[in-house]
């Protein structure tokens, strides 16, 4: 039996349906449904449980034997203010977790973030060592709420404190696809600009306020949430050495080329327009990611990642487009 935490949410529900497809209905699902329609990401699919966030800790006490725990879980808006709530759902919870594994000797994955590298000074090398941890700076509440989990996970290897028999900390770039439509101004730009260019509104992206960076030029490695549930699947089926691992398309692309991939997807000429940034993301904004795949790569995955014009067609006309958008 697994444990999925985070299942209604938009990786968590694409990795059921995954699980599913693999003849597994053995899955534990915690989330907090909420009022933005999360449910319907768990429409098409089949578990054997449902616990809500707030009861985790009771059913965990009597939790029956795991083979694996995911933790997706999370408060992932990057706009967040409120740090106790952020700390106690991104940092509190995943503690808990870790230690249930520990105790149990249940291998545990858990969800990071590249938004853990700040501005990326530092370079996008998953190292797990709490020296290099030490050195970066993350740009925002999320990210250093996902940060200081790392950081507290590297001090418990290191002093050879009680640990799970596996563990992964997966640090996630820029993830879209389907089952994201609860998210608010938190959806990716894929979704964003293909909902503006069906309205027969022209793609509006972020002026750069940096005189190196063109308009347009902003950066990130924007990854398939197929090849996000690939990944999670091999780790928790194999056995690769534990630690923290980088999950993206290992390539930094523009927005202006997932625009212009978007556009290619709808079948129209490309038409963008630039705003300035807003005040609120000046200096907490990052121009450039791209993950080091790697540590992965020497782990022993080898599979392909799903390139940005191939994946964003995917993405359109096999969800986006249709009336019924789910996986």
Same mark, same amino acid.
């Given at each position: &039996?697994?444990?999925l935490t985070g299942a209604a949410g938009f990786i968590g529900s694409n990795l059921l349906a995954r699980l599913n497809a693999e003849g597994r209905t053995d899955v534990?699902?915690?989330? *907090?449904? +909420?009022?933005? +329609?999360?449910? !319907?990401n768990l429409r098409a699919h089949e578990f054997a449980d449902f616990v809500p966030i707030d009861a985790l800790e009771a059913w965990l006490a009597h939790a029956p034997a795991l083979d694996g725990v995911i933790h997706l879980g999370a408060n $992932?808006?990057?706009? *967040?203010a409120d740090g106790d709530e952020v700390m106690r759902h991104n940092f509190a919870a995943s503690l808990t977790l870790w230690r249930h594994c520990a105790a149990t000797g249940?291998?545990?994955l858990y969800a990071s973030s590249a938004a853990t590298y700040g501005n990326g000074d530092q370079g996008f090398e998953d190292r797990d060592d709490p020296a290099f941890l030490a050195t970066l700076q993350p740009l925002n509440l999320y990210g250093w709420s996902k940060h200081v989990f790392d950081r507290r996970v590297a001090r418990i290897v290191e002093a050879g404190e009680a640990a799970p028999p596996r563990w992964y900390g997966l640090k996630f770039f820029n993830v879209y696809g389907p089952n994201e439509y609860h998210k608010g @101004? &938190? !959806? $990716?730009?894929? @979704?964003n600009i293909t909902e503006a260019v069906r309205r027969g509104e022209p793609a509006r992206l972020f002026a750069s306020d940096r005189p190196d960076i063109r308009d347009g030029g902003q950066s990130r490695d924007f990854?398939?949430?197929d090849d996000i549930c690939d990944v999670i699947l091999w780790l928790l089926n194999g056995n690769p050495p534990s630690g923290l691992y980088?999950? +993206?398309a290992g390539q930094a692309r523009s927005f202006a080329d997932l625009a212009r991939a978007v556009f290619s997807a709808l079948g129209k000429p490309p038409e963008i327009e630039f705003f300035p940034m807003p005040e609120a993301l000046r200096g907490r904004y990052q121009y450039w990611t791209e993950a080091n795949l790697g540590k992965l790569r020497r782990a022993g995955y080898n599979a392909p990642m799903t390139g940005l014009e191939d994946g964003v067609a995917r993405y359109v006309q096999g969800f986006l487009t249709r009336e019924d958008r789910y996986r």
């Amino acid at each position: &039996m697994l444990l999925l935490t985070g299942a209604a949410g938009f990786i968590g529900s694409n990795l059921l349906a995954r699980l599913n497809a693999e003849g597994r209905t053995d899955v534990v699902i915690c989330d *907090a449904l +909420g009022t933005e +329609g999360k449910w !319907r990401n768990l429409r098409a699919h089949e578990f054997a449980d449902f616990v809500p966030i707030d009861a985790l800790e009771a059913w965990l006490a009597h939790a029956p034997a795991l083979d694996g725990v995911i933790h997706l879980g999370a408060n $992932s808006d990057t706009t *967040a203010a409120d740090g106790d709530e952020v700390m106690r759902h991104n940092f509190a919870a995943s503690l808990t977790l870790w230690r249930h594994c520990a105790a149990t000797g249940t291998p545990f994955l858990y969800a990071s973030s590249a938004a853990t590298y700040g501005n990326g000074d530092q370079g996008f090398e998953d190292r797990d060592d709490p020296a290099f941890l030490a050195t970066l700076q993350p740009l925002n509440l999320y990210g250093w709420s996902k940060h200081v989990f790392d950081r507290r996970v590297a001090r418990i290897v290191e002093a050879g404190e009680a640990a799970p028999p596996r563990w992964y900390g997966l640090k996630f770039f820029n993830v879209y696809g389907p089952n994201e439509y609860h998210k608010g @101004h &938190m !959806r $990716s730009a894929v @979704h964003n600009i293909t909902e503006a260019v069906r309205r027969g509104e022209p793609a509006r992206l972020f002026a750069s306020d940096r005189p190196d960076i063109r308009d347009g030029g902003q950066s990130r490695d924007f990854v398939w949430v197929d090849d996000i549930c690939d990944v999670i699947l091999w780790l928790l089926n194999g056995n690769p050495p534990s630690g923290l691992y980088n999950i +993206g398309a290992g390539q930094a692309r523009s927005f202006a080329d997932l625009a212009r991939a978007v556009f290619s997807a709808l079948g129209k000429p490309p038409e963008i327009e630039f705003f300035p940034m807003p005040e609120a993301l000046r200096g907490r904004y990052q121009y450039w990611t791209e993950a080091n795949l790697g540590k992965l790569r020497r782990a022993g995955y080898n599979a392909p990642m799903t390139g940005l014009e191939d994946g964003v067609a995917r993405y359109v006309q096999g969800f986006l487009t249709r009336e019924d958008r789910y996986r």
